[in-house]
């Protein structure tokens, strides 16, 4: 079975501070797929980043980064210099071969504090 | 470029009445997802279409079904409502049953009085 796991229920950090949500997966699929996606208070989901399990490049894009360690079947996300705006409930995605559905973990609330 | 279209965006409805949710994937696409996000929670997979055809079934109640049509637009319709209805409903859409390739619409908030 396909489980994702995110520890944290809710981070509250201060401005220009960095900040990593974590995210843990299962699979047994050797083809797979990680996603985070971004839910503001609006309630739209949206798309930051999707990594195939035969890509295990660390990618950044602006103030984000990826780490994807495939040895500790992790894929955090990394927040630099934070902003307001990115408050949000965070969540990360799995799937695979097995079945065509995401599976999402809990999510992770980011509060950032002016 | 064309997204997902989801209508109605916001629908409150009465315990015991019927609701019909409907999804306009991006054009081409043939796949459709629906996904139910109860407050506070993660999305939860309904039911998924490709080509018209009912490809996974996930935790979707009796009381709800769901079809796709010609066009590849899909309705959800959910009878005799109760309160733990009330959520967000996605719809994705997909190309070719690329399950990981997902667009989501901006959703259905949906209220159950």
Same mark, same amino acid.
């Given at each position: 079975a396909q489980k994702v796991t995110q520890a944290q229920t809710e981070i509250s950090v201060v401005e220009k501070e960095d900040v990593t949500l974590d995210c843990v997966y299962e699979t047994r699929?050797?083809?797979?797929? @990680?996603?985070?996606y971004k839910?503001?208070? =609006?309630?739209? @989901?949206?798309?930051?980043?999707?990594?195939? =399990?035969?890509?295990e490049q660390n990618e950044i894009s602006g103030r984000y980064s990826w780490n994807f360690q495939k040895s500790t079947s992790s894929f955090n996300f990394t927040i630099t210099?934070?902003?307001?705006?990115d408050s949000a409930v965070y969540f990360c995605a799995l799937t695979g071969d097995s079945n065509y559905q995401?599976?999402?973990?809990?999510?992770?609330?980011?509060i950032i504090k002016p | 470029a064309a997204g997902?279209?989801?209508?109605?965006?916001?629908?409150i409805k009465e315990k015991?009445?019927?609701?019909?949710?409907?999804c306009y994937p991006i054009p081409r696409h043939d796949t459709v997802y629906w996904y139910q996000q109860g407050p506070g929670q993660d999305p939860q997979f309904?039911?998924?279409?490709?080509?018209?055809?009912?490809?996974?079934?996930?935790?979707?109640?009796?009381r709800f079904s769901a079809q796709q049509f010609s066009d590849y637009h899909s309705e959800l319709n959910m009878s005799s409502l109760e309160l733990g209805d009330s959520a967000l409903y996605f719809c994705a859409s997909s190309l070719e049953g690329n399950y990981n390739e997902q667009f989501f619409g901006p959703g259905t908030?949906?209220?159950?009085?």
């Open positions: 699929d050797t083809t797979y797929y @990680l996603f985070w839910q503001p208070p =609006s309630g739209e @989901l949206v798309f930051l980043i999707r990594r195939n =399990s035969f890509d210099a934070s902003q307001v705006v995401l599976i999402w973990g809990a999510g992770t609330k980011l | 997902v279209i989801q209508s109605p965006r916001h629908l015991r009445e019927t609701a019909t949710l409907k309904l039911i998924s279409f490709y080509e018209k055809m009912q490809s996974d079934k996930g935790s979707i109640p009796d908030r949906l209220t159950v009085l």
